[in-house]
């Protein structure tokens, strides 16, 4: 599909009516999972996480995006102060940790943590 084109200079937008719809689906998957291990002093744990975000975007009349011109003379240069666009993506996060907390005497103890 076209997008739109908005040369400045007072001309007239060129393209498709930007109030058409628009529509936006997002999935969010994640797993995470902990371990635990206990001896003598220490108390270890360990643990991660994977997520995961998909977005598709519907909007079958801005798909060319929305370019903006300040100028005529712009418009020829071809220089836009903006460009909009619906573009579909995705996103992965992976995330670990360690963690060891320990008992120095029976009042005291520690935590030593790595992410």
């Known amino acids: 599909m076209n997008g739109t084109v908005n040369p400045g200079s007072g001309i007239t937008t060129v393209g498709a009516n930007q109030l058409n719809p628009f529509d936006i689906l997002q999935r969010k998957y994640s797993v995470a999972d902990d371990f635990y291990w206990n001896k003598g002093a220490h108390s270890i744990k360990f643990g991660g996480s994977v997520e995961r ?10 798909w060319g995006g929305v370019w903006t011109f300040t100028s005529l003379q712009a418009f020829l240069q071809n220089q836009p102060t903006s460009i ?3 573009l579909p993506g995705q996103d ?7 963690e060891n907390d320990f008992m120095v005497t029976s009042r005291t103890s520690g935590r030593r943590r790595r992410t």
């Open 84 to 86: 909009v666009g619906a």
């Open 92 to 98: 992965n996060a992976f995330r670990l940790f360690r």
């Open 53 to 62: 975000t998909e977005t598709d975007i519907n909007a079958p009349f801005q």
